[in-house]
Protein backbone atom coordinates (compact mmCIF):
# COMPACT_ATOMS: atom_id res chain seq x y z
CA UNK A 1 0.00 0.00 0.00
CA UNK A 2 1.22 3.18 -0.46
CA UNK A 3 2.68 6.18 1.88
CA UNK A 4 1.04 8.95 2.89
CA UNK A 5 2.18 12.71 4.18
CA UNK A 6 -0.01 14.32 6.41
CA UNK A 7 0.66 17.75 8.38
CA UNK A 8 1.26 17.20 11.68
CA UNK A 9 -1.44 19.42 12.64
CA UNK A 10 -4.10 22.23 11.98
CA UNK A 11 -6.27 24.52 13.94
CA UNK A 12 -9.74 25.68 12.38
CA UNK A 13 -12.38 28.04 13.66
CA UNK A 14 -15.76 26.71 14.81
CA UNK A 15 -18.52 27.55 12.19
CA UNK A 16 -15.71 27.42 9.12
CA UNK A 17 -14.78 24.69 6.61
CA UNK A 18 -11.60 22.42 7.70
CA UNK A 19 -9.53 21.32 4.96
CA UNK A 20 -7.06 18.49 5.66
CA UNK A 21 -4.35 17.82 2.79
CA UNK A 22 -3.00 14.36 2.26
CA UNK A 23 -0.12 13.37 -0.10
CA UNK A 24 -0.13 10.28 -1.72
CA UNK A 25 2.37 10.29 -4.57
CA UNK A 26 3.21 6.45 -5.07
CA UNK A 27 -0.35 5.74 -4.87
CA UNK A 28 -1.26 2.79 -7.53
CA UNK A 29 -3.88 2.83 -10.12
CA UNK A 30 -5.93 0.33 -8.10
CA UNK A 31 -5.57 1.77 -4.44
CA UNK A 32 -8.65 3.79 -2.87
CA UNK A 33 -8.07 6.95 -0.70
CA UNK A 34 -9.96 6.18 2.53
CA UNK A 35 -10.26 8.68 5.71
CA UNK A 36 -10.59 7.95 8.69
CA UNK A 37 -11.00 9.90 12.60
CA UNK A 38 -10.10 9.34 16.29
CA UNK A 39 -11.86 11.46 18.75
CA UNK A 40 -9.49 11.31 21.84
CA UNK A 41 -9.86 7.63 23.45
CA UNK A 42 -12.42 6.36 21.59
CA UNK A 43 -12.16 3.66 18.20
CA UNK A 44 -11.45 5.28 15.17
CA UNK A 45 -14.01 5.78 13.09
CA UNK A 46 -14.59 5.87 9.02
CA UNK A 47 -15.37 8.81 7.39
CA UNK A 48 -15.42 8.80 3.49
CA UNK A 49 -13.33 7.14 0.42
CA UNK A 50 -12.83 7.51 -2.98
CA UNK A 51 -10.85 6.09 -6.47
CA UNK A 52 -10.58 8.92 -8.27
CA UNK A 53 -14.31 10.88 -8.70
CA UNK A 54 -14.77 13.57 -5.79
CA UNK A 55 -17.13 12.22 -2.87
CA UNK A 56 -19.65 13.22 -0.41
CA UNK A 57 -21.63 12.03 2.10
CA UNK A 58 -22.93 13.47 5.22
CA UNK A 59 -19.65 13.79 7.22
CA UNK A 60 -17.32 15.24 4.54
CA UNK A 61 -16.34 15.55 1.25
CA UNK A 62 -13.40 14.25 -0.64
CA UNK A 63 -11.41 15.91 -3.15
CA UNK A 64 -8.87 13.78 -5.69
CA UNK A 65 -6.61 15.35 -8.00
CA UNK A 66 -7.09 14.35 -11.21
CA UNK A 67 -3.36 12.96 -11.48
CA UNK A 68 -4.12 11.59 -7.97
CA UNK A 69 -1.15 12.60 -5.90
CA UNK A 70 -2.96 14.16 -3.68
CA UNK A 71 -6.46 14.64 -1.82
CA UNK A 72 -8.14 16.84 0.46
CA UNK A 73 -11.04 15.97 3.06
CA UNK A 74 -13.61 18.71 3.77
CA UNK A 75 -15.41 19.43 6.99
CA UNK A 76 -17.78 22.14 5.64
CA UNK A 77 -18.86 23.63 8.70
CA UNK A 78 -16.30 21.88 11.88
CA UNK A 79 -17.77 21.85 15.20
CA UNK A 80 -15.89 21.47 18.44
CA UNK A 81 -17.22 17.84 17.95
CA UNK A 82 -14.58 17.54 15.20
CA UNK A 83 -11.84 17.90 17.19
CA UNK A 84 -9.87 14.61 16.73
CA UNK A 85 -6.82 13.14 14.67
CA UNK A 86 -7.39 12.49 10.99
CA UNK A 87 -5.84 9.32 9.33
CA UNK A 88 -5.49 9.15 5.43
CA UNK A 89 -4.88 5.64 4.24
CA UNK A 90 -4.50 4.31 0.52
CA UNK A 91 -5.14 0.59 0.22
CA UNK A 92 -6.19 -1.34 -2.61
CA UNK A 93 -9.67 -2.12 -3.16
CA UNK A 94 -11.53 -5.71 -2.31
CA UNK A 95 -10.49 -8.10 0.30
CA UNK A 96 -6.99 -8.35 -0.17
CA UNK A 97 -4.54 -9.30 2.53
CA UNK A 98 -8.06 -9.06 4.82
CA UNK A 99 -8.42 -5.64 4.03
CA UNK A 100 -5.81 -4.54 6.50
CA UNK A 101 -5.51 -0.68 7.07
CA UNK A 102 -2.02 0.82 7.65
CA UNK A 103 -2.14 4.11 9.64
CA UNK A 104 0.16 6.57 9.79
CA UNK A 105 0.91 10.38 11.92
CA UNK A 106 -2.27 11.68 10.96
CA UNK A 107 -3.31 15.32 11.43
CA UNK A 108 -4.72 16.73 14.43
CA UNK A 109 -7.19 19.16 13.99
CA UNK A 110 -8.46 21.51 16.34
CA UNK A 111 -11.26 22.79 16.19
CA UNK A 112 -11.67 26.88 17.96
CA UNK A 113 -14.30 28.21 19.42
CA UNK B 1 -27.08 -4.16 16.56
CA UNK B 2 -23.96 -3.05 18.90
CA UNK B 3 -21.46 -3.17 16.48
CA UNK B 4 -17.98 -4.48 18.01
CA UNK B 5 -17.97 -4.71 20.99
CA UNK B 6 -14.75 -5.37 23.59
CA UNK B 7 -14.08 -6.77 26.83
CA UNK B 8 -13.09 -6.00 29.11
CA UNK B 9 -12.52 -1.91 29.22
CA UNK B 10 -9.78 -2.01 31.59
CA UNK B 11 -7.12 -4.39 32.47
CA UNK B 12 -4.05 -4.09 34.69
CA UNK B 13 -1.71 -7.05 34.71
CA UNK B 14 1.60 -8.15 36.83
CA UNK B 15 4.52 -8.99 34.10
CA UNK B 16 4.19 -12.99 33.04
CA UNK B 17 0.49 -12.82 33.69
CA UNK B 18 -1.75 -14.20 30.84
CA UNK B 19 -5.05 -12.94 29.69
CA UNK B 20 -7.41 -12.89 26.75
CA UNK B 21 -8.96 -10.06 25.16
CA UNK B 22 -12.58 -10.56 23.72
CA UNK B 23 -14.13 -8.72 20.59
CA UNK B 24 -17.07 -9.67 19.14
CA UNK B 25 -19.39 -7.88 16.05
CA UNK B 26 -22.63 -8.31 15.33
CA UNK B 27 -22.60 -7.15 11.42
CA UNK B 28 -21.78 -10.81 9.70
CA UNK B 29 -18.88 -9.03 8.58
CA UNK B 30 -16.08 -12.06 7.43
CA UNK B 31 -12.78 -9.68 8.23
CA UNK B 32 -11.36 -9.05 11.74
CA UNK B 33 -8.39 -7.23 13.18
CA UNK B 34 -6.72 -5.93 16.20
CA UNK B 35 -4.40 -3.40 16.63
CA UNK B 36 -2.74 -1.50 19.07
CA UNK B 37 -2.22 1.79 19.70
CA UNK B 38 0.79 3.05 22.17
CA UNK B 39 0.70 6.83 23.46
CA UNK B 40 0.85 9.59 20.66
CA UNK B 41 0.89 7.02 17.93
CA UNK B 42 -1.13 5.90 15.02
CA UNK B 43 -2.56 2.24 15.14
CA UNK B 44 -0.34 -0.88 14.11
CA UNK B 45 -1.78 -3.88 13.19
CA UNK B 46 -1.31 -7.07 15.49
CA UNK B 47 -3.02 -9.95 13.83
CA UNK B 48 -6.00 -10.04 11.42
CA UNK B 49 -8.24 -12.82 10.18
CA UNK B 50 -9.91 -12.32 6.23
CA UNK B 51 -12.59 -14.81 7.11
CA UNK B 52 -13.82 -17.66 9.93
CA UNK B 53 -10.89 -19.89 10.45
CA UNK B 54 -8.05 -18.42 9.17
CA UNK B 55 -5.75 -15.74 10.94
CA UNK B 56 -2.54 -14.19 9.58
CA UNK B 57 0.40 -11.62 11.29
CA UNK B 58 0.24 -7.69 11.06
CA UNK B 59 2.89 -5.67 11.34
CA UNK B 60 3.24 -6.70 15.31
CA UNK B 61 2.25 -9.96 15.94
CA UNK B 62 5.20 -11.38 18.29
CA UNK B 63 3.86 -11.69 22.18
CA UNK B 64 0.25 -12.30 20.97
CA UNK B 65 -1.61 -15.39 19.53
CA UNK B 66 -5.39 -14.88 18.48
CA UNK B 67 -8.51 -17.19 17.58
CA UNK B 68 -10.98 -16.65 15.41
CA UNK B 69 -13.59 -18.39 17.40
CA UNK B 70 -16.64 -18.56 15.00
CA UNK B 71 -17.58 -15.57 12.56
CA UNK B 72 -19.01 -13.38 15.32
CA UNK B 73 -15.45 -13.74 17.88
CA UNK B 74 -12.37 -12.79 17.39
CA UNK B 75 -9.62 -13.37 20.56
CA UNK B 76 -6.25 -11.49 21.75
CA UNK B 77 -4.22 -13.63 23.99
CA UNK B 78 -1.43 -12.12 25.71
CA UNK B 79 0.97 -15.56 27.13
CA UNK B 80 3.45 -13.97 29.36
CA UNK B 81 2.94 -10.17 29.57
CA UNK B 82 5.43 -7.50 29.34
CA UNK B 83 5.64 -3.81 29.92
CA UNK B 84 6.02 -3.51 26.48
CA UNK B 85 2.55 -4.69 25.84
CA UNK B 86 0.70 -1.68 27.77
CA UNK B 87 -0.99 -0.06 25.71
CA UNK B 88 -4.81 0.63 23.74
CA UNK B 89 -6.27 -2.51 22.07
CA UNK B 90 -8.49 -1.68 19.24
CA UNK B 91 -10.83 -4.47 17.90
CA UNK B 92 -12.08 -4.25 14.46
CA UNK B 93 -14.09 -5.62 11.49
CA UNK B 94 -15.15 -5.28 7.89
CA UNK B 95 -17.32 -6.25 4.90
CA UNK B 96 -18.04 -5.99 1.48
CA UNK B 97 -20.43 -3.07 0.81
CA UNK B 98 -20.43 -1.18 -2.67
CA UNK B 99 -17.99 -1.30 -5.00
CA UNK B 100 -14.78 -0.84 -3.13
CA UNK B 101 -16.46 -1.58 0.79
CA UNK B 102 -14.07 -3.02 3.05
CA UNK B 103 -14.84 0.23 5.66
CA UNK B 104 -13.31 -1.01 9.05
CA UNK B 105 -15.68 -0.62 11.86
CA UNK B 106 -13.49 -0.59 15.26
CA UNK B 107 -14.58 -1.13 19.06
CA UNK B 108 -14.07 1.15 22.08
CA UNK B 109 -10.50 -0.32 22.63
CA UNK B 110 -9.33 -2.27 25.72
CA UNK B 111 -6.81 -0.01 27.70
CA UNK B 112 -3.97 -2.37 29.42
CA UNK B 113 -1.34 -1.56 31.62
CA UNK B 114 1.42 -4.37 32.46
CA UNK B 115 3.09 -3.80 35.68
Known amino acids: DAKTTQPTSMDCAEGRAANLPCNHS???????VYWYRQIHSQGPQYIIH???NNETNEMASLIITEDRKSSTLILPHATLRDTAVYYC??????????????FGQGTELSVKP | NAGVTQTPKFQVLKTGQSMTLQCAQD?????MYWYRQDPGMGLRLIYYSASEGTTDKGEVPNGYNVSRLNKREFSLRLESAAPSQTSVYFCASSGRTGQSGYEQYFGPGTRLTVT
Open chain 1, 89 to 102: IVRVAGDNQGGKLI
Open chain 1, 26 to 32: TISGNEY
Open chain 2, 27 to 31: MNHNS
Open chain 1, 50 to 52: GLK
